[in-house]
């Protein structure tokens, strides 16, 4: 397809690549327009129709849309903006320069540059920052059928109508109605006899990894988001709550490998910004560091007397970070889906000190059989290395499974006391258990 599109550009035949264009899907098209020049892709947005162009525009990167925006006429970025759905207008805003979202708003009518702006001041992050206001809403006095001819009327620029939302004179959320007990309901039924009461909302500032966590708890498709005063204000679609879980399963793993959380792809990303998003953990991980080496300075006479003591260092050290790696790795998942709270703390420490004391006895038996029977070291050797195996790995699974909880007490991301930290702990902990066992069982 991409082959036959480049032909008929090249041939200048605009009809025949718009009706190529038309059979694809809008996905499908931003893909198309990724991989053009800057020359062609202007000219290929330009022939499409003004709602289609406007779903692509959504789904391009940042990049080409800034360039798009640029490239285009005030009046060809007016019918941009007044088809886009309120939430996808605002994403796109908010990662663009200064320059850019002057030009957009200046091609905005009021009423739509008012609650752009409106959006634009939510905390990032936050519920209110990710809704739309492109809802259903009817009244608790309305018959079915006069909803359903409401829903007729207004619903053809709504970005769902699955579930309606019913509220009072003041806006207040009364309840929910989904289009399917509409459609099954006699005509004649009141709206306030079929609503649900129970409606699942969330707060403008609560934040949206909160969102997250209640689409996924009671499988929703839309939310609305009220204010204080529970008065509707917008509402939050499952499409952007995908985005939201990719968002922050990225920053997560960004956080747990040691590095500064980015939203930018990484082959776009230029290498300057790239270390500098690497080397402040890493400076900070190299300096703790320095805990162990002074362990180890400590213990200088005993690795001098007994120089096999040395060789066995790099398997406790590597033992310990990935034992208390495990853990951690565990316990931020549970924290992330809200199935471990920071009140469960001593639950995960009696859980993970007893799996600790079964892993840690396993690999301190092997260790043992393998140090004494087979490498045929000194006994006291194997006792002191499978003992610190033992120890070490208690130690870890217990500071791996509280320390992310830990971070989450002080609203820290636990995120961050991922492998790399843990480890560092972990090391400096496993070196003076060892050498303090050694010297004891040796003698020194």
């Not at 990724?34 to 892709?41: C, G, N, R, T, V």
């Not at 689409?215 to 939201?244: H, Q, S």
Request: proline share 2%; net charge negative; charged share 25%.
């Amino acid at each position: 397809m991409k082959k036959k599109l480049m032909e008929l550009f090249h041939e200048n035949k605009f009809h025949d690549i718009r009706n190529e264009l038309l059979k694809m899907n809008t996905v499908d098209l931003a893909q198309i327009l990724e991989e053009a020049d800057k020359h062609q892709l202007v000219r290929i947005f330009r022939i499409l129709p003004k709602d289609i162009a406007a779903g692509v525009f959504t789904y391009v990167s940042a990049e080409l849309q800034q360039l798009i925006i640029e490239s285009i006429t005030d009046k060809e970025i007016k019918e941009i903006v007044d088809e886009l759905f309120l939430d996808d207008a605002v994403d796109f805003l908010e990662e663009m320069p200064a320059n850019v979202v002057k030009k957009v708003l200046k091609n905005t009518d009021e009423h739509l540059r008012k609650l752009i702006n409106q959006f634009l001041n939510y905390p990032e992050d936050s519920a209110g920052s990710i809704m739309t206001i492109e809802y259903v809403d009817l009244k608790k006095e309305m018959t079915v059928k006069d909803a359903i001819a409401h829903i007729k009327k207004t619903g053809v620029d709504r970005e769902t109508i699955n579930t309606c939302y019913v509220i009072d004179n003041n806006r207040k959320l009364e309840g929910v109605v989904s289009i399917r007990r509409l459609i099954l309901s006699n005509e004649t039924a009141v709206i306030k006899d079929i609503l649900n009461d129970d409606v699942i909302s969330i707060k403008t500032l609560d934040d949206q990894e909160n969102a997250a966590m209640l689409f996924k708890k009671y499988d929703l498709t839309a939310m609305p988001v009220v204010d204080n005063e529970n008065r509707l204000v917008g509402i939050i679609t499952v499409d952007d709550i995908v985005d939201i879980i990719d968002q922050e399963n990225t920053e997560d793993i960004q956080i747990m490998a040691a590095m500064h959380p980015s939203e930018e792809e990484y082959l776009k990303t230029d290498v300057l910004t790239l270390s500098k998003h690497r080397i402040v953990w890493l400076l900070v991980l190299m300096l703790s560091a320095t805990f162990t080496g002074n362990i180890i300075k400590k213990f200088d006479d005993v690795l001098q007397s007994v120089v096999i003591l040395a060789a066995f260092i790099p398997m406790l050290m590597d033992t310990g970070g990935n034992a208390g790696s495990q853990s951690s790795a565990l316990i931020i998942r549970g924290l992330a889906l809200g199935e471990i709270n920071i009140k469960d703390a001593l639950k995960v420490l009696w859980k993970e000190f007893r799996v600790g004391i079964v892993v840690g006895s396993t690999l301190a038996v092997v260790n043992f059989l393998r140090i004494y029977l087979f490498e045929k070291i000194d006994v006291h050797i194997a006792v002191a290395v499978s003992c610190t195996t033992f120890l070490t790995i208690v130690l870890a699974k217990v500071v791996g499974g509280l320390l992310p909880i830990a971070a989450k007490s002080v609203k820290l991301d636990p995120a961050i006391m991922a492998s790399p930290l843990i480890t560092t702990i972990v090391d400096a902990f496993s070196l003076m258990i060892y050498f303090t066992m050694a010297s004891w069982l040796i003698g020194l």
